[in-house]
Antibody, heavy 116, light 112 residues
Framework: AVQLVESGGGLVQPGKSLKLSCSASGFTFSSYGMHWIRQAPGKGLDWVAYISSSSGTVYADAVKERFTISRDNAKNTLYLQLNSLKSEDTAIYYC??????????WGQGASVTVSS | DVLMTQTPVSLPVSLGGQVSISCRSSQSLVHSDGNTYLHWYLQKPGQSPQLLIYRVSNRFSGVPDRFSGSGSGTDFTLKISRVEPEDLGVYYCLQSTHFPNTFGAGTKLELK
């Protein structure tokens, strides 16, 4: 079965950095594009970033220049490097698999809290 | 960015009843490849979103036929018939025709 497991979340001070990981199993990771989506407490879903199977990347304007999405196909792992964190980046961060332009599988999420 | 307007925000329902959720986009969701990339998700309390309907009207694996999607262009609808307790939660529409992908604000389905 397809499984996505996020890790690396936690409490971090404003201006600091954090790196999230998403470990994939149950499918050929290298063949799929992957997304990061976040959800602020009590709010809706916001798309953050996308990386294609060939490692092309796209970012939401709110995180461009601060966040970096990457992948290691040998480790079946997706990453999101979060730099210069702000309080408004506080959210649960989900990774999701893209299949034919559909986010068809999601992880359980990693919680990031930005606070002094 | 494509704005997705989802209504209503809250939707009280009786078990066994039928409801509809609307999602309208600020521009056409017809892709140059001819497909319309409008999808529906359910987020149950404390869980991650799960795919229900993809490309307007296709039920994802394991989704019961009580769920149906319809629409075209900029106007889309999710219908749920014979509502069951496990259907409660927040429903989101998502467009992936245009980058950035954008979600509707959500519709909370709750018991009347």
């Amino acid at each position: 079965a397809v499984q996505l497991v996020e890790s690396g979340g936690g409490l971090v001070q404003p201006g600091k950095s954090l790196k999230l990981s998403c470990s994939a199993s149950g499918f050929t990771f290298s063949s799929y594009g992957m997304h990061w989506i976040r959800q602020a407490p009590g709010k809706g879903l916001d798309w953050v970033a996308y990386i294609s199977s060939s490692s092309g990347t796209v970012y939401a304007d709110a995180v461009k220049e601060r966040f970096t999405i990457s992948r290691d196909n040998a480790k079946n792992t997706l990453y999101l490097q979060l730099n210069s964190l702000k309080s408004e980046d506080t959210a649960i961060y989900y990774c999701a698999r893209q299949s034919r332009r559909v986010m068809d599988a999601w992880g359980q999420g990693a919680s990031v809290t930005v606070s002094s | 960015d494509v704005l997705m307007t989802q209504t209503p925000v809250s939707l009280p329902v009786s078990l066994g009843g039928q409801v509809s959720i609307s999602c309208r986009s600020s521009q056409s969701l017809v892709h140059s490849d001819g497909n319309t990339y409008l999808h529906w998700y359910l987020q149950k309390p404390g869980q991650s979103p799960q795919l229900l309907i993809y490309r307007v009207s296709n039920r994802f694996s394991g989704v019961p036929d009580r769920f149906s999607g319809s629409g075209s262009g900029t106007d889309f609808t999710l219908k749920i018939s014979r509502v069951e307790p496990e259907d409660l939660g927040v429903y989101y529409c998502l467009q992936s025709t245009h980058f950035p992908n954008t979600f509707g604000a959500g519709t909370k389905l709750e018991l009347k």
